[in-house]
DNA sequence: AGCGATGTTCGCCG
DNA sequence: TCGGCGAACATCGC
């Protein structure tokens, strides 16, 4: 389920179960979901301790001194916690196993997500060109980001170098709120409509962690659980449209979300 | 039975 | 270089 709140969501239970405990072996089922070579991998977590985590964007770090594990979820990756004496959870791919009977498992039912280990955070967002995170970025670097770049909003929301931890669903609902179409472009914008952008970027995301990432909580006001056909818009009662832009299915209300290029 | 899915990457083309 | 598109990856549920 990752975007940026569902990494969160993944970092603060990873917080609260796996720290500062001696990892005594390395489960791996499923080495494709390895971005490392495995002994290698292993060899850098065992005997070592999760000290800390941190996130970027739908990255996850977890320090192990002196390297770092990087979690990446792809759509389906997620976390559990669990009791040796429990089964294992289904879709394990690699199991962190502690001294105290607790594992922990990276499952991940498709093969999108990759573990990997590396120097230094620095090092891997410089590899990964990963633009500022999205809930940390400030409004200077959102404009800075935004300058002579020619991308439709939601691929320019999207593109993980331009600000990292955006997704498809909360674009169509971060797009939906700003009352942007998802084709217009932004660097064309009224200042007052980026700084809209932004504080709108800001409040979906703090709403997506409070709500821990549980998308069956969305109340109805929001575009979210009216993404599929045939829904009307939550505003105007309008049919929602949608379009398919770089492969992803992206929903917009045609009355509240109005293209703003003269053409078209 | 076929389609679509919370992501990323790569090659092609303009 | 940038931007858009389509394919590829793998698997399940509707």
């Known amino acids: 389920m990752p975007e940026l709140p569902e990494v969160e969501t993944f970092k603060r239970y990873l917080d609260t179960t796996s720290l500062k405990q001696v990892i005594t072996k390395v489960k791996i089922n499923d080495n494709r979901v390895l971005n490392s070579n495995d002994n290698f991998f292993k060899k850098s977590i065992i005997n070592k301790q999760f000290e800390s985590t941190s996130r970027h964007g739908k990255h996850l770090f977890v320090y192990l001194k002196p390297k770092f594990l990087i979690m990446h979820f792809g759509m389906t990756g997620d976390l559990e916690y669990y009791s040796k004496n429990d089964e294992e959870p289904k879709y394990s791919k690699v199991i962190f196993q502690f001294e105290n009977g607790f594992n922990l498992a990276y499952t991940s039912l498709r093969m999108f997500g990759r573990l990997e280990v590396a120097e230094t955070i620095e090092d891997f967002v410089e590899k990964k060109k990963l633009g500022p995170d999205a809930f940390?970025?400030?409004?200077?670097?959102?404009?800075?980001?935004?300058?002579?770049?020619?991308?439709?909003?939601?691929?320019?929301?999207?593109?993980?170098?331009?600000?990292?931890?955006?997704?498809?669903?909360?674009?169509?609902?971060?797009?939906?709120?700003?009352?942007?179409?998802?084709?217009?472009?932004?660097?064309?914008?009224e200042e007052e409509k980026v700084k809209e952008l932004f504080v709108n970027i800001k409040d979906v995301l703090r709403f997506g962690i409070e709500k821990e990432g549980d998308l069956s909580v969305y109340p109805k006001n929001f575009i979210i659980p009216h993404r599929k056909k045939e829904e009307h818009c939550p505003i105007c009662n309008k049919e929602l449209n949608y379009l398919d832009i770089s492969g992803r299915r992206s929903f917009f209300c045609p009355n509240c979300q109005k293209d703003s290029r003269q053409s078209v």
């Open 136 to 189: 940390k970025m400030s409004l200077d670097e959102f404009q800075g980001a935004l300058r002579h770049r020619t991308a439709i909003a939601k691929n320019a929301l999207l593109n993980q170098s331009i600000i990292a931890g955006i997704g498809n669903l909360y674009s169509d609902e971060i797009l939906f709120r700003t009352k942007l179409h998802p084709k217009s472009k932004l660097d064309d914008l």
